[in-house]
């Protein structure tokens, strides 16, 4: 469809299927930077849910809805230029959004962990530490799947291997600091911190380029889609 419109394909030479793919989700991406930044502005120095604008970010949710389908649309009407200028900040504005992220989880997961201690009761205290057991059990067991899948045997994998063990470092980087005296912290925090942490990491090494040798699930996945087709 984005072929077909004029002032986006304005080429010379029609660039190949993945521009106008990548392309198509940066205008969607544009499209919600732009509506939870006004969102954002219409919310800023607001200090309790007394405030009317409050009943914005709690309520009305066709109006927004409506909103942000009519912001995305309007996006697809903007130059290619501007698209391009996004595509270079958004790069940096990611990074920004995954610490926002883990600072929304730390503080979630700070807060139930201060809740369950605060009922002062060994079956709590229990639950704490099977939860956090739990939590490294699923982060190591994953990231020995990451091993697996983004560092087969044959290839030159050195970035992988480094993602992956860089992310292992951090883990036990984390829990270290929860256990110092002086931090006074907790396993819970640093256990939920630590698996997200590898989940990140194998939401980026499966980003990797779909023909790349050591992106092991996508190359997996086409020869057993070519194998059930050639059956």
């Given at each position: 469809l984005l072929q077909s419109i004029p002032w986006i394909n304005h080429f010379h030479?029609?660039?190949?299927?993945?521009?106008?793919?990548?392309?198509?989700?940066?205008?969607?991406?544009?499209?919600?930077?732009?509506?939870?930044?006004?969102l954002a502005i219409i919310m800023a120095g607001i200090k309790d849910q007394k405030d009317p604008r409050d009943k914005i970010h709690h309520g009305g949710w066709m109006a927004k809805i409506f909103c942000w389908v009519v912001i995305v649309f309007l996006m697809f009407f903007v130059p290619n230029g501007v698209v391009s200028f996004y595509e270079s900040i958004s790069k940096f504005g990611?990074?920004?959004?995954?610490?926002?992220?883990?600072?929304?989880?730390?503080?979630?997961?700070?807060?139930?962990?201060?809740?369950?201690?605060?009922?002062?009761e060994q079956f709590?205290?229990?639950?704490?530490?099977?939860?956090?057991v739990v939590c490294y059990i699923v982060t190591f067991s994953f990231s020995g799947l990451l091993f697996h899948w983004f560092t087969p045997s044959g290839h030159d994998c050195g970035i992988n291997l480094f993602f992956i063990v860089f992310t292992l470092i951090l883990v036990f980087v984390f829990a270290i600091v929860a256990l110092h005296p002086k931090i006074n912290g907790s396993l819970l925090p640093a256990s939920v911190i630590a698996l997200y942490c590898t989940y990140l990491c194998y939401s980026g090494l499966s980003s990797e380029p779909r023909d790349y040798e050591c992106n092991g699930p996508h190359n997996h996945s086409k020869a057993v889609s070519t194998g059930s087709l050639s059956l």
């Open positions: 030479k029609t660039p190949d299927r993945e521009w106008f793919e990548t392309d198509a989700v940066l205008r969607v991406s544009l499209g919600n930077f732009v509506f939870f930044t006004i990611s990074g920004l959004f995954l610490l926002v992220q883990v600072v929304l989880l730390l503080d979630f997961v700070h807060g139930w962990n201060e809740n369950w201690v605060a009922k002062d709590w205290y229990m639950a704490l530490l099977v939860v956090s």
